[in-house]
């Protein structure tokens, strides 16, 4: 009798948490599908701005689907309309942002590597204090080193060039990418170093074919935080370049700043499109090459 | 020639010092175990004879070739690490003639080598595959190829078997064992594990707070150590020591524990110094190996205990008794019955006790 109670006080138990549970799954969707959209909105407006000619964007509304794929709003968004003063478009300024991204990129993420090596595998006396003070310089708004740095640009005779945005954000990148690489060398059993040195590699040897190959995962991460940083910066590069040398995002805000009559709306939209492109692209190349643990192997027993 | 000695060697990490001045010699082919406690100085020892570490005092040297300051690579030495410290980019192959490469030997003498190693280990089928694809005993094996590759004059094990776990590292330690019995090479090899230290070496040396208690025989490690450290130390469980004074009565020395009136004769013990020992307070050291339950011998003496605790390991039994409010343990085989809260009658094997100066810790 007790034993056909129990069994059946089970099974409204269990149907019970079924009912919950399928709730609580479809709440779930709901969220993640509100959210998403949120996120999702303001590209969508902007893809469909941007293929809407003008008189489309007068009539419609905001969410309106375009009538065609009308790619006239990128074209001069990219090449301009080919009438002389005035024109700005994108196409100059954005090979001047790649000449800033690429070597800036390389040379932080490089030297970052290179800090974290020394830091975590030949310490020294006092190495707590530079990792102290390179931390220092995560925490230092970019405002705060706007006049020192232009001063040091003026002195070196590399104001508004490129040349000169890539010192910066090497300099400005460094703190980051070495606390990125120390934190991933720390983890890296020091033994390795110590038998590479018995076999006889030295400092460079033993970075460039010991831990070069195994820091991929964090070399990924370096990339994609140091390419969106100096990418979608734009304090540094209207402060310290102006005119032809000016990287994409200054332009892309004189370009919607100064439009003397009408707004063209697709246009900037386009514009604003374009100057994001790259970051996204490099998010899914990379974000490929995102693996994890390649040293698990050699550290566990 | 000592293939390795080490004369006065001292050394400080800023205001700790880690070894306080070491005296070692090795002869050529000897096997020398460094076991201690950890955070006894032992890696750094042998971190400094690889010459990762730097000196601050004393010297090393290598066939009476002083190396104090020469790099690893020049010393002609060769290391097995804990975690193994395989380059994870690199393959098998890549991994084995690494230092090779680096010492710009010839191609040829490159292969044979490599041949050669990896046949001995059995690693040949592994040559192309990178360590994460290695079980731990195969890249143990590896680690260890990586080293004989080189044809070092001293091998250094830094806690080679302590990431096996236990039965793999019993088959590890057998298989370096037979290493060293074909090979010959001077090995050093640091651990904290006794058993490995008393199977493996042919010499242990034996430290404690940067310093060397006792380097020996393992033969005389276990039955003659030299201090209380090195009696407790080795052994499981450890040596009694029960403390209480030595009384001599007309050249009969015989020793009475604290709060107890049974007199136990000592004969045949070998004194260190035979003057002035009526009424010293020493510890009386016998192994609970060594405590019978039937009489062995003649000379064995005869007491009655209580028996407090029992505790079953399978094969054998350890007992804990209570000797004039002082424990003892005692190690039986588990056939034996023996009734807890009782007094039992025992044998100790008066042939096989140490005796410490109860002030200096040391052997008397």
Request: charged share 20%; hydrophobic share 45%.
């Amino acid at each position: 009798m007790q034993d056909s109670l129990k069994s059946s006080s089970y099974q409204q138990l269990e149907q019970k948490s079924k009912y919950t549970n399928m709730f609580l799954r479809w709440f779930l969707y709901f969220i993640l599908i509100l959210f998403a959209s949120y996120f999702i909105f303001p590209l969508y407006v902007m893809v469909v701005t941007s293929l809407k000619t003008m008189e489309e964007i007068r009539q419609g509304t905001l969410l309106s689907w375009p009538s065609g794929l009308n790619l006239e709003s990128w074209a001069v968004a990219w090449g301009g309309r080919g009438y002389g003063a005035g024109d700005t478009f994108l196409r100059p300024y954005f090979w001047n942002s790649i000449k800033m991204v690429v070597p800036a990129v390389f040379f932080s993420t490089f030297i970052g590597a290179m800090t974290g090596y020394v830091l975590t595998k030949w310490r020294f006396k006092g190495d707590q204090w530079v990792f102290l003070f390179l931390l220092f310089g995560c925490f230092i708004p970019f405002q705060a080193i706007l006049l020192p740095m232009a001063r040091t640009l003026g002195v070196l005779g590399i104001s508004n060039s490129v040349v000169g945005l890539v010192l910066v954000h090497t300099v400005y990148g460094i703190p980051f990418t070495t606390l990125f690489f120390r934190n991933y060398y720390v983890s890296v059993p020091t033994e390795l170093v110590k038998a590479a040195r018995i076999d006889g590699a030295g400092f460079f040897k033993i970075f460039f074919k010991i831990l070069l190959p195994i820091s991929a995962p964090i070399i990924v991460v370096t990339i994609i935080w140091q390419f969106t940083q100096i990418w979608n910066d734009f304090l540094f590069g209207s402060t310290f370049s102006f005119g032809e040398a000016a990287p994409i995002q200054v332009a892309l805000n004189n370009m919607v700043l100064s439009s003397t009559s009408v707004k063209e709306y697709n246009v900037d939209m386009a514009s604003a499109i374009i100057a994001g492109i790259p970051t996204l692209i490099v998010y899914v190349l990379a974000g490929k090459y995102f693996i994890r643990g390649l040293t698990s192997g050699a550290v566990k027993g | 020639m000592k293939t390795l000695k080490i004369e006065e060697l001292s050394k400080n990490f800023g205001s700790t010092e880690v070894l306080r001045k070491i005296n070692l010699e090795i002869d050529e082919g000897n096997f020398l175990v460094l076991l201690g406690p950890s955070g006894c100085g032992k890696s750094t020892l042998l971190n400094i004879i690889a010459g990762l570490e730097t000196i601050n005092e004393g010297n090393v040297f290598i066939d009476d070739y002083n190396v104090s300051k020469v790099e690893p690579k020049d010393r002609n030495i060769a290391m097995v690490f804990q975690s193994y410290a395989l380059y994870p980019s690199m393959n098998v192959r890549e991994n084995m003639i690494f230092g090779l490469k680096q010492a710009k030997t010839s191609k040829e003498k490159i292969e044979e080598q490599l041949e050669k190693v990896s046949k001995f280990l059995q690693v040949d089928q592994l040559l192309e595959r990178k360590p994460s694809q290695l079980s731990g005993g195969q890249r143990q094996r590896v680690a260890i190829g990586r080293a004989l590759v080189r044809e070092p004059r001293i091998f250094l094990f830094d806690e080679p078997l302590s990431n096996l776990d236990a039965k793999l590292r019993v088959e590890m330690r057998r298989e370096i064992k037979k290493l060293h019995q074909q090979l010959k090479t001077t090995v050093v090899y640091v651990t904290h594990d006794q058993t490995e230290a008393m199977s493996l070496g042919t010499r242990i040396a034996i430290m404690n707070h940067g310093v060397i208690q006792q380097n020996d025989t393992p033969e005389n490690i276990y039955n003659k150590p030299s201090n209380t450290f090195v009696a407790d130390f080795i052994g499981s469980p450890s040596m009694n020591l029960i403390k209480g004074t030595l009384k001599e009565t007309s050249g009969e020395i015989s020793f009475t524990a604290s709060g107890s009136n049974v007199e136990i004769p000592i004969k045949d013990y070998e004194f260190k110094d035979k003057s002035n020992l009526n009424n010293k307070e020493i510890y009386f050291g016998i192994r609970p190996e060594h405590i019978y339950f039937k009489k062995s011998n003649e000379i064995d003496f005869e007491i009655n205990l209580r028996a407090n605790l029992s505790e079953y390991i399978g094969h054998e039994q350890i007992i804990t008794f209570d000797y004039a409010n002082q424990e003892i343990l005692a190690k039986f085989p588990s056939t034996i019955k023996i009734e807890l809260a009782k007094e039992t009658k025992l044998f100790f094997d008066i042939t096989q006790i140490s005796l410490f100066d109860a002030k200096t810790d040391e052997r008397i």
